[in-house]
């Protein structure tokens, strides 16, 4: 490694605590720089008579990559996000056969600003499912919060014995990254329990019903679940509505012909829209709870979701439900593409 590169407040800093009378070594210590890095800082500022000497023009090792090289890489990597450093080099063997794969990757963070982020998984879109999203929200877009807050969302969700998210953990210098206590432990079909459940930002949580094992919802069952737990919630609501995504057993006729007959004004959903939906952040959030949580059985996990959804404070609901606004807006601004909610 070549010797370091240091601004000039840098200098000014190693300086300043010599001057304090610290030892060069507890200089070094303190700015995180080689002893050799402090002694070259004293002894140049000490031969020109205390005055700190800046960088001399064009010194220092020749970059590897010329200007218009750096361009080819910038243009590439912006036409494809997804390319890694080393796939360059192979596309680019004629001017970057002697450049590092390193020293690429440096390139892309340091110089361009384009360091490698883990990517977000969103639904694909087809050009239809982008008009359906442009259409809800230009059917709701001048809704404000307080209408979103007699909204009843409404939604379904798996919570599993072990998360799949990810895991971080403290392993010393050295350890064995496959010790039992530095692994999580994982299993092929982990047991879970389906859940339905509502929430409004008006009257914060509705009704919430858990499957039984093996047991998927159908027309006749999800008509019993709106009968028992959705509609109680709903009724309390002045002037309410509705929102349920488009499950098939969501859109079975006898279900379309139940919400009629009971007098429930529903949102018409445009599907593919789980950025549209705040429950789906609602799901999260306990899921996450949960993952913090000792809960090996499913009997656990209905136990403690049971007291996590009656503990949610209606101020969260009223978070959840008062974004509706800003969700629509970001839809319509990438013109029904997928949004970061």
Same mark, same amino acid.
């Given at each position: 490694?070549?010797?370091?590169?240091?601004?000039?407040?840098? /200098?000014?800093?190693?300086?300043?605590?010599? =001057?304090?009378?610290?030892?060069?070594?507890?200089?070094?210590?303190?700015?995180?720089?080689?002893?050799?890095?402090?002694?070259?800082?004293?002894?140049?500022?000490?031969?020109?008579?205390?005055?700190?000497?800046? =960088? /001399?023009?064009?010194?220092?090792?020749?970059?590897?990559?010329?200007?218009?090289?750096?361009?080819?890489?910038?243009?590439?990597?912006?036409?494809?996000?997804?390319? &890694?450093?080393?796939?360059?080099?192979?596309?680019?063997?004629?001017?970057?056969?002697?450049?590092?794969?390193? &020293?690429?990757?440096?390139?892309?963070?340091?110089?361009?600003? #384009?360091?490698?982020?883990?990517?977000?998984?969103?639904?694909?879109? &087809?050009?239809?499912?982008?008009?359906?999203?442009?259409?809800?929200?230009?059917?709701?877009?001048? $809704?404000?919060?307080?209408?979103?807050? /007699?909204?009843?969302f409404s939604d379904e969700s798996a919570f599993k014995t072990i998360s799949k998210g990810q895991r971080t953990v403290r392993r010393p210098v050295g350890a064995n990254r496959f010790d039992s206590k530095y692994t999580v432990k994982t299993v092929k079909f982990p047991a879970g329990v389906m859940v339905w459940g509502c929430f409004s930002g008006e009257k914060g949580s509705g009704g919430l019903y858990f499957l039984d094992k093996n047991m998927n919802m159908n027309a006749a069952l999800y008509m019993?679940?709106?009968?028992?737990?959705?509609?109680?919630?709903?009724?309390?609501?002045?002037?309410?509505?509705?929102?349920?995504?488009?499950?098939?057993?969501?859109?079975?006729? =006898?279900?379309?012909? $139940?919400?009629?007959?009971?007098?429930?004004?529903?949102?018409? $959903?445009?599907?593919?829209?789980?950025?549209?939906?705040?429950?789906?952040?609602?799901?999260?959030? +306990?899921?996450?709870?949960?993952?913090?949580?000792?809960?090996?059985?499913?009997?656990?996990?209905?136990?403690?979701?049971?007291?996590? $959804?009656?503990?949610?404070? #209606?101020?969260?609901?009223?978070? +959840?439900?008062?974004?509706?606004?800003?969700?629509?807006?970001?839809?319509?601004?990438?013109?029904?593409?997928? &949004?970061?909610?």
């Amino acid at each position: 490694m070549g010797p370091a590169k240091l601004r000039m407040e840098e /200098k000014g800093a190693i300086l300043a605590l010599f =001057r304090e009378g610290l030892s060069k070594r507890e200089v070094a210590r303190r700015t995180r720089r080689s002893a050799k890095c402090v002694r070259n800082v004293i002894k140049a500022t000490s031969a020109h008579g205390g005055v700190i000497q800046k =960088r /001399k023009q064009g010194s220092g090792r020749k970059r590897k990559t010329g200007q218009r090289t750096d361009m080819l890489l910038r243009r590439e990597v912006l036409k494809n996000p997804f390319i &890694t450093a080393k796939e360059l080099k192979g596309m680019h063997r004629d001017v970057l056969g002697d450049v590092a794969v390193r &020293t690429l990757q440096q390139r892309l963070q340091k110089d361009f600003k #384009l360091p490698c982020r883990r990517a977000a998984h969103k639904p694909l879109l &087809t050009e239809k499912m982008r008009k359906q999203r442009l259409d809800f929200c230009g059917r709701y877009k001048h $809704w404000t919060s307080a209408d979103w807050r /007699k909204v009843v969302f409404s939604d379904e969700s798996a919570f599993k014995t072990i998360s799949k998210g990810q895991r971080t953990v403290r392993r010393p210098v050295g350890a064995n990254r496959f010790d039992s206590k530095y692994t999580v432990k994982t299993v092929k079909f982990p047991a879970g329990v389906m859940v339905w459940g509502c929430f409004s930002g008006e009257k914060g949580s509705g009704g919430l019903y858990f499957l039984d094992k093996n047991m998927n919802m159908n027309a006749a069952l999800y008509m019993n679940v709106l009968t028992d737990h959705m509609l109680p919630f709903y009724e309390s609501h002045e002037n309410a509505h509705f929102l349920q995504d488009g499950a098939p057993c969501h859109r079975a006729k =006898r279900v379309m012909e $139940w919400l009629t007959e009971n007098n429930v004004s529903l949102i018409e $959903w445009p599907g593919h829209s789980p950025d549209l939906n705040p429950i789906e952040n609602l799901w999260n959030e +306990l899921k996450r709870k949960i993952g913090k949580l000792s809960v090996n059985t499913v009997g656990a996990i209905t136990e403690k979701l049971r007291v996590l $959804w009656d503990e949610t404070d #209606l101020d969260y609901f009223k978070k +959840l439900s008062d974004s509706m606004p800003s969700r629509i807006n970001a839809v319509l601004n990438v013109k029904g593409e997928m &949004t970061k909610y």
